[in-house]
Every structure is written in structure tokens, then in C-alpha cells.
Nanobody, 125 residues
Framework: QVQLVESGGGLVQAGDSLRLSCAASGRTSSSYTMAWFRQAPGKEREFVAGRRWSGLSTRYADSVKGRFTISVDNAKNTVYLQMNSLKPEDTAVYYC??????????????????WGQGTQVPVSS
């Protein structure tokens, strides 16, 4: 079992930066694939960014490429999502996800086995 706990969300203005954290506990290892998804009100959950814990196969949604960065701190067992130049359309609940068997990040939310509770990121214009 893997437990994921997100933090770092909060109200920001357009153009601001924010860093989300996802603390992982339980039976995690470098073989896991980690990802961030988001879900805006009335919309489906969408892929934002993902990577293998080991650092290979990093992937980003086109809408965040160049603005968001996913990274890992092995010592803290934590995955981060650095978000720069935030836009009102980035407003959503952000979720951390993990899967033991994916060879690379998938954009399909239903293939990930473990999820955090989500953290809200409202971006005002």
C-alpha cells in the first residue's frame, strides 16, 4: 500500500508561482511512476505531468509545458509540482497519483492505483 498526501495549494493571482508537494509513504520505490492530475469544476480529471521516480520518462501536458516542472526529492520521499506563470485556466483541484507497474507516465487517470486527497489551486485574474 502507498499513501499520498498533497499540500501547498492555495489562492494565487495570475502570473504567480506555487509549488505543490506530494508526500509518499508505504511501499514506494524507484520503480513507481508518479503523476499530477487536475480537475476543474464540471470537467474531467486531466493529466498535468508525470515521471518515473527514477527520473526517466518525464511527460507534460501541452497546456503546462514550459511553465510546470515535476521533480522528486528521494531523501524526503516527496514529489513536487513547481507551477510558474499561473493562469486562471489552471484553477483546479490538483491530485497526486502513483502506479507500480506503468513503464512510463500515462495520461489516463484510471490506470493509476494510488491517489492523494487533492489540494485546491484557485488562480484569480
Amino acid at each position: 500500500q502507498v499513501q499520498l498526501v498533497e499540500s501547498g495549494g492555495g489562492l494565487v493571482q495570475a502570473g504567480d508561482s506555487l509549488r505543490l508537494s506530494c508526500a509518499a509513504s508505504g511501499r514506494t520505490s524507484s520503480s513507481y511512476t508518479m503523476a499530477w492530475f487536475r480537475q476543474a469544476p464540471g470537467k474531467e480529471r486531466e493529466f498535468v505531468a508525470g515521471r518515473r521516480w527514477s527520473g526517466l520518462s518525464t511527460r507534460y501536458a501541452d497546456s503546462v509545458k514550459g511553465r510546470f516542472t515535476i521533480s522528486v526529492d528521494n531523501a524526503k520521499n516527496t514529489v513536487y509540482l513547481q507551477m510558474n506563470s499561473l493562469k486562471p485556466e489552471d484553477t483546479a483541484v490538483y491530485y497526486c497519483a502513483a502506479d507500480r507497474f506503468l513503464p512510463s507516465p500515462s495520461t489516463s487517470y484510471n490506470v493509476y492505483d494510488y491517489w492523494g486527497q487533492g489540494t485546491q489551486v484557485p488562480v484569480s485574474s
